[in-house]
């Protein structure tokens, strides 16, 4: 992995990356097209706060077209890697014409595990707040988005993406919240949380999906890590191939010689060019085998 491209790298407002300030959600664009959101934003419905991060193609100002949009968790960690890996490859598809919306909390990440976890685990009290935080996406954040960006609202213009934590947050929107959610990114996926959850105990029903279009789903893992984690990335994968029964294009991607750090931005980019390419190669090699 190229250093250039690593998701730890510092965000700087100077680089031109585009941001904006989400305070009790009056979302105003800054004069000067460059803006680092530093206030704390308020979610009405839940109560909690967050730091939002906007990044628009270079083309935006100067088009009347509409955008797919990128919904990045983590933003604080990876929202600056991110927007500087799509610049650095302008040229391929992934790099193209997306809006970039990263959900961070400032100094406090301690609360992606409040909200990215479906229940409490012992050790992690905060844990248990992703249906709040969908709640969020669902009501406040996405609309919101849509009516002051020229978006493509509709599920198969949101692409929502996670590492970890943020990944097993990325699976429970597959699983329950499609309809606004049309394109999924799980990286590193801790599906390990209570257990296995998400293998053992949660059910997969797509069942009321409509298709076509089909949905996306792609995940990735690196061969450094924990081989346990590794096989329930690739077992959800397989799963949600079964269940979707072609109603969701699924691809599961293992980078040799990453871990789990490592893997965040070139799986990212590997990512954002299978959901949304509009033609992707037949799925089934991707899929890893075993049982």
Do not use: Q
Request: proline share 6%; net charge positive.
């Amino acid at each position: 992995m190229s250093r250039e491209w690593s998701s730890r790298r510092s965000f700087n407002p100077r680089r031109g990356v585009v941001g904006f300030l989400l305070a009790m959600f009056a979302l105003v664009p800054s004069a000067e097209g460059v803006d680092f959101a530093r206030r704390p934003v308020v979610s009405r419905l839940t109560g909690h706060t967050y730091r939002i991060y906007v990044h628009l193609p270079e083309d935006y100002s100067e088009s009347d077209r509409s955008y797919d949009v990128l919904y990045l968790l983590d933003g604080d960690r990876h929202f600056g890697g991110t927007v500087d890996m799509l610049r650095a490859r302008a040229e391929n598809e992934s790099g193209r014409d997306i809006i970039i919306v990263g959900i961070g909390y400032g100094k406090s990440a301690n609360r992606r595990k409040r909200d990215y976890t479906p229940v409490k685990v012992p050790g992690f009290p905060m844990g248990g707040g992703v249906k709040k935080f969908y709640r969020f996406l669902r009501k406040e954040l996405v609309p919101h988005i849509d009516r002051i960006y020229r978006t493509n609202a509709g599920r198969m213009g949101r692409c929502i993406a996670g590492h970890s934590l943020g990944g097993i947050a990325v699976c429970y929107g597959l699983m329950y919240h499609h309809d606004i959610f049309g394109r999924f990114i799980a990286i590193s996926p801790a599906l390990w949380w209570g257990g296995g959850l998400f293998i053992n105990r949660y059910k997969m029903n797509f069942a009321g999906l409509s298709a076509p279009p089909a949905l996306r789903y792609y995940s990735a893992s690196g061969s450094l890590e924990d081989p346990s984690m590794e096989e329930l990335a690739k077992r959800f994968a397989r799963r949600a191939d079964e269940k979707a029964a072609g109603k969701i294009l699924v691809r599961y991607s293992r980078f040799e010689g990453m871990g789990h750090d490592d893997i965040v931005i070139p799986a990212l980019m590997e990512g954002l060019k299978f959901v949304f390419s509009p033609d992707p190669d037949d799925t089934e090699r991707a899929l890893p085998g075993g049982p």
